[in-house]
């Protein structure tokens, strides 16, 4: 029979011990998201995997907000952010520092999530663009590569927060080693 774990056995970290902790190079860039509420969940995400930073661009809601502290559920106390005002100047400031960046778009050169050859001596950021418009054109132009999750059904978009949720898994799992 499976028996669920209690809380105080699943030797979590508090905030402290995450902010000391090694990261997954990966950075998070959200490209004008409508919504606290997947912000909120994107920061979620972004504790789970040990992601580096999360750049909330534009008219991404920011800490502290009531929204999005519904789906945080504290990690915004954890996962370290920054507000840049336009989401170019992020990505474009990401790149300088050597981060190698991707927009998660369906776009007609784009690289199937399964088949990224992440390395093991490469720090990534992945932008995440608007609920309705996506990742703007500007920053797609801007960035190393785009990124796609393959979908089967009718439907040819994802919930951004759940689209992060995947892309976070999949990249920060095969780079775990470097930095966890």
Known sequence: MNIKKPTDTLNRMNS????????????????????????????????????????????????????????????????????????????????????????????????????MPFQQDVTYAFVFGNEVEGVSQEVIDACDGCIEIPQFGTKHSLNVAVCAGIVLWESAGRLHNRNL
């Open 16 to 115: 402290q011990e995450y902010r000391d902790s090694g990261k997954a190079p990966v950075f998070i860039v959200l490209d004008n998201l409508r919504s606290a509420l997947n912000v909120g969940s994107i920061f979620r995400s972004a504790d789970s995997f040990r992601c580096a930073e999360i750049l909330l661009c534009g008219i991404s809601a920011l800490p502290p907000n009531r929204e999005l502290n519904k789906t945080a559920l504290g990690a915004t106390e954890s996962v370290s952010w920054v507000h840049v005002e336009h989401t170019i100047d992020a990505v474009l400031g990401l790149k300088s520092r050597g981060v190698i960046v991707y927009a998660v778009e369906q776009v007609s050169r784009s690289i199937s999530l399964e088949s």
